[in-house]
């Protein structure tokens, strides 16, 4: 065999495996749809979500997850969980259960590994100041899963966008780990003008519904909901906010009172209830019981007000970040870190086509913890005391 064609018969050998080995009802590679054609991936040998995978974890954006908040900030414990963990987590989960439903592999974990890129610092809490600001400027609310897409498509490599797959991208704006769903069954024959009509959609009704185009997008979702659910408790105990023996009775008859049991029983009634099946859900029973763990976790541990000591001044921080890059935009002050640190770096069709408030959006967003708090003078932040091993 010719050198020249040894990568096309790998690639052609790949392909056929999955359709051998995969489940009827999965995203084979070759059905993979990119806006633009790249001859470097015509000529290639990898396949087409294993890339994707690749270019996420290569991101600005995947790397600055190792300081974001995923639920408790300013905490001096080194074992608590931050977002990098959690979209590892997600993705283990999420290709644990693919696996044993034939499904694709690379295009789970390049969902998983995504999802949560657009997440501001400070996690839910950042999240609500930024869309606050976002809306009082005419934006619209800020989301984190269209954000997700934005950073991918439209913000990394200088404003280039990373030209990610439809079956990714989509994956990764329905991802809605909060909604609670007993069944998902993937909307399929989604296009590029579909996807956009989504975001559209979202944006302008923040509590509207997005249903994956594939299986793979519909396991990610529910392994969301499995990777936090149990781990944000075992969080809580550790900083002393709950007890074990807090966790109510029903929820904790069926799935458990540990992270290890809740996963397993989790994961366990997924594959059951969607093998062989069109569709991803758990058992009414689980699905119960999950529901109702979900609300103890809101009631206790999110909602809490012992986590919840430097929120004022952190919204505040918010604020006067936003006012302050926004006028320097305004001022073309290219002294300021919102020019030196984040525009001067991109392409002019990027910056043309948003907002000032659009790009500032993007810059905030974007940032870690550490990062946010540096950008905001220390006599704002004096009270920002981080909090004990325990709250």
Aim: hydrophobic share 35%; net charge neutral; charged share 30%.
């Amino acid at each position: 065999m010719e050198k020249d064609n040894i990568f096309k018969y790998i690639t052609e050998a790949l392909d056929q495996r999955e359709h051998e080995r995969l489940s009827p009802v999965a995203t084979m590679s070759a059905d993979a749809k990119r806006r633009r054609k790249e001859k470097e991936l015509a000529d290639g040998y990898r396949q087409a979500f294993s890339v994707d995978t690749d270019r996420i974890l290569h991101s600005h954006a995947y790397a600055r997850y190792i300081d974001k908040t995923q639920v408790f900030f300013l905490i001096q414990n080194d074992h608590i969980t931050h977002r990098v963990l959690h979209v590892q987590l997600v993705s283990k989960i999420a290709r644990t259960i693919g696996r044993f439903l034939g499904l694709n592999e690379d295009l789970i974990e390049a969902i998983a590994l995504g999802h949560d890129i657009g997440h501001t610092p400070f996690g839910h809490d950042g999240e609500r100041f930024l869309s606050q600001i976002c809306e009082s400027k005419g934006i619209g609310p800020f989301l984190h899963n269209v954000q997700s897409v934005q950073f991918l498509d439209k913000v990394e490599r200088q404003g280039r966008g990373w030209n990610l797959c439809l079956q990714t991208l989509d994956g990764i704006l329905c991802h809605d780990g909060e909604i609670h769903n007993q069944k998902l069954k993937p909307r399929r024959s989604k296009t590029f003008e579909t996807h956009q009509l989504e975001i559209k959609a979202k944006m302008g009704d923040p509590h509207k519904e997005l249903m994956p185009m594939t299986m793979e997008g519909c396991v990610v979702r529910m392994a969301d909901s499995i990777s936090y659910i149990g781990r944000d408790i075992e969080d809580a105990i550790r900083l002393k906010i709950i007890k074990r023996s807090d966790l109510p009775a029903f929820s904790a008859s069926v799935l458990g009172q540990t992270n290890g049991t809740i996963v397993y029983n989790l994961v366990t009634d997924v594959i059951r209830n969607s093998f062989q099946n069109a569709h991803i859900a758990f058992s009414p029973e689980i699905s119960d019981a999950l529901k109702e763990l979900k609300a103890f976790n809101l009631e206790r541990i999110y909602l809490n007000p012992k986590i919840k000591k430097h929120n004022h001044m952190i919204g505040q921080l918010f604020e006067w970040l936003f006012e302050k890059s926004l006028k320097d935009i305004k001022c073309a002050d290219h002294t300021s870190p919102v020019f030196k640190e984040f525009l001067d770096d991109k392409r002019a069709d990027y910056v043309e086509a948003h907002s000032h408030e659009e790009l500032v959006r993007d810059f905030i967003a974007g940032m870690t913890d550490n990062y946010f708090l540096r950008q905001c003078p220390a006599p704002l932040r004096k009270e920002l005391v981080p909090l004990d091993k325990t709250i």
